[in-house]
Each structure stands twice: as C-alpha cells, then as structure tokens.
C-alpha cells in the first residue's frame, strides 16, 4: 500500500501534512504519518483515536506520529503499542526519520493534490502567552521565512497549477518581527501580489487583530486578487475575559477594526474564533461575547466550548461547567448561523466567481462562501479565467484550466477542477450556495 497522512488541526498541520506526503511519495513501503494537534484536549484524544483506527485499518504498517501532541507530551504518545517511532521537531521533514533511504529534505513547497488551493508557511511559532494556549509550548519562539523564499514557494506551486495560496502560521501577523528591518504582513502581501502577477487569488488565515498593519488595510481596499474573507482571532466579546485570556485587543478595537475593514471594502465577510464557557465567564460577561457576533456581522464562526488544557494557566482558574460552556457554545453557533443564513439569502441572484475544487462540482467564493455547480458542463464553462492586474489595472486573461497529465482523456470534472469560474447563485440549500455556469 502506499504511503498514507492522516492530518489533525491547523491549516499550518495541512501545509506540514503536505510537505511530509511529498517526501515518502513514491515510496513502496506501507507507512502511516499522523500529524497530531494539541490545541484542546479533545485534539489530543482525537489524534489517538486517529492512531487506534490507522492501526486496526493498516496492522502492518509502519506507524509515524508527529505535530503539536507529540511535541507536548512525546512518552504518552511513544509508549501507545500501535506506534512505530515518534517523530519530533524538523526531523518530520528529514526522509531518514521515516525508515527512507537516504537523508532526502522535503521539498520547500509541496502541492496537494486534493484541494484546489494551496497552504504556505510563512511563520511558526508564536510569542505570547494566551492563558489558554498550549501551543507556544510545541512550535517555540515566532519565526518568520524570509520574503523571497516565500514568494518563490508561491510561483512554483503557481507554475504546478494551484490558483489559490492561503498563507498561514501559528501567529501570522506577526510575520516579520524577527527578520531585518521588520517588515509586517502587509509588506509580505504586498511583495507577493507585485512578485507574483500570474497568482489570481491570495487569501489570509486566521490573524490576531491588535497586529493588523496600515499596509495591509490599504492592501485589502486596492487589491482585487486579495480575497474579501479574514478570520479574526477574538476569542472573546467581553473586556474582563480578554484580560483574563492575556489577549491584546479590547471588545472596541474589534468592532472598531471590523468597522475600518468593511469601509475599506465592503464586501469582506468576516469569520472568527470564540471559545465559549471561559474560567471565570459570568452570563454578563458571555451576553458581551453574543453581542459582539451582530456588532461585527459574523458569518463564519469557528465557536467551541473551553475545555482545560492542562500545563496552561487558565486549567487553574475556577472553571464554568462544562455544560454552561455548551450550552453557551451552542448560543454562539446559532448566532453565526443566523448572520450567515441572512448573508447567503443576501447572495442568491448574484454572479460569484469560485475556485472549482477536484471533484469539479464544488468550492468556495471569493469570501468563501460554499458553492456547487447545479450544471457542471465544461462545455459551458465560458471563456479563460481572468483577473485584474494590480499593475495594470487592466483585466488580463490566461488562467487557463490545468492540463491534463499525458495520456490523460479530459472529463467534465478534469474540465472544471482547479478552474476560477463565473457562475449565478440561483439558490441555496443549508450552508451551501447553488451555483449554474452560463446564466
């Protein structure tokens, strides 16, 4: 059997994931890699339940285990019977570390075959210490690549036909701070659209908001192939809470961030993390936290209940029951999905041009709105990609379809996977817009 990841966790785990996958590629040794979180308890238990299943699936399989979990607490997860060797720190990028032949590195960008976007590190590792948050313990201090190896990441996974690059890292915005001079994010950004012209689409994970630089704002409001869809780490809508958690931003300068965004262009669907049911979080307080989802017009909500990750300060505060903490979870899910129930009504009769994802039929818009092709018939696919030129300001075509591979008889999903297309919300069914090419 071939080389299998099983990844658990961030979008960075998903870039790392894909690294790894490159490196044992071709491999004909049946070996397993499971790329382990430990942002919550429940992660961790959820990467050894991961492990278990891989075990009972594949018996003869060499198995690997690496990632945050590993790095956290590497003799629980040595001692489990179905794992093979632990794999820890930049070892998992090392061939030899697998039982490979050879000392092989892993690539410096790798492309994912099973999604239309690709994920690129820019940073690892973080510097603060949020009460909650283990994994500055696992990813150590904040660095950051340098600029040129990034960009020169993005043009080969460009050339390997991704049409989609997410940026990511343990603590994005803070890209930078570490490297001569001190450029911020939104230089990075800023170098990445010039440096990378034939790149159509660049989208942003999750950012702190209290380190959102000028640069990027304006790059927000003039950029077109900057997409309109930034996930904020709140955290929290109450002022006591915030303290509580050592965050660095006040209930006012997210709403006031939020507020500056959207004026700079807006059409920005905003998402974000809330952690409901905090130590010490009275209903006063969680009512500031619901508050805060209507005041910053939240459409996509990663919402979750606290659960005490031992090793951080927050475990040794006096807890809310874990049943107020879902039940306030639960309010928290609600709320979103209210506002984004009335955003995707918002956005039926409109065009939206989405990235095709490999099954052909399905997607995400520019804000990242799902989307699926009611008619997915290549044939009335329309004419080649385009894109608006930041340097031009003209609209250039050639974001042609990807070839097929040699030999390869092009299907209707081949046709449309991994293309940007122009399609009509005619519809939508739960959280997914419908989508027909051609009117």
């Known amino acids: 059997m071939s080389a299998q990841t099983i990844t658990l966790g961030c979008r960075l785990n998903i870039a790392e994931s894909a690294a790894m996958r490159e490196l044992v590629r071709g491999s004909a040794d049946d070996l397993v890699i499971v790329n382990s979180c430990a942002v919550t308890a429940e992660a961790v238990r959820q990467t050894r339940k991961a492990i278990r299943k891989a075990r009972r699936e594949r018996p003869d399989a060499r198995l690997f285990v690496t990632g945050c979990a590993v790095e956290i607490d590497p003799l629980s997860f040595e001692s489990m019977p179905e794992v093979t060797r632990i794999v820890r720190g930049p070892d998992k990028f090392d061939a030899a570390s697998f039982g490979l032949p050879g000392a092989n590195a892993a690539p410096p960008y790798a492309v994912d075959e099973t999604h239309a976007r690709a994920f690129v590190e820019v940073q690892n590792g973080c510097d603060h210490r949020c009460t909650f948050c283990i994994i500055p313990h696992a990813r150590g201090a904040a660095r950051s690549l340098p600029a040129g190896a990034v960009i020169d990441r993005i043009r080969a996974l460009v050339a390997a036909g991704k049409r989609e690059i997410v940026l990511t890292g343990v603590d994005v915005t803070s890209y930078g701070g570490d490297l001569p001079g001190k450029p911020g994010l939104g230089n990075l950004v800023g170098r990445i659209l010039r440096l990378a012209p034939d790149l159509p689409r660049l989208r942003l994970s999750s950012l702190d908001p209290v380190e959102i630089d000028d640069e990027l704002i304006e790059l927000i409001e003039s950029e077109p192939r900057l997409m ?109 999905e209210a506002r984004r129930d009335a955003w995707l009504d918002r956005l039926v009769g409109t065009a939206q041009t989405m990235l095709v994802e490999q099954d052909g039929v399905t997607g995400h818009a520019e804000h990242f709105a799902k989307i699926r092709i009611v008619n997915p018939d290549p044939a009335r696919a329309g004419p080649a990609e385009a894109h608006s030129s930041s340097r031009t300001g003209k609209e250039e075509k050639g974001f042609d379809r990807p070839r097929p591979n040699a030999g390869e008889r092009p299907g209707k999903e081949t046709m449309l996977a991994g293309r940007i297309a122009t399609v009509t919300i005619v519809g939508r069914e739960g959280d997914e817009l419908l989508g027909r090419i051609g009117g």
């Open 228 to 336: 309109p869809h930034l996930h904020l780490s709140l955290q929290a809508g109450d002022d006591m809470v915030l303290k509580r958690m050592k965050r660095r931003h006040l209930r006012a300068d997210a709403i006031a961030l939020v507020e500056r965004i959207r004026a700079a262009r807006p059409e920005v669907a905003i998402g974000a993390d809330i952690i409901a049911g905090f130590p010490t979080e009275t209903e006063a307080m969680f009512a500031n936290s619901l508050k805060i989802v209507a005041e910053c017009d939240i459409v996509h909500g990663h919402i979750f209940p606290y659960s005490p990750r031992e090793g951080t300060p927050a475990a040794r505060m006096p807890q809310v029951a874990p049943e107020v903490a879902r039940a306030r979870a639960r309010l928290l899910r609600e709320a979103c």
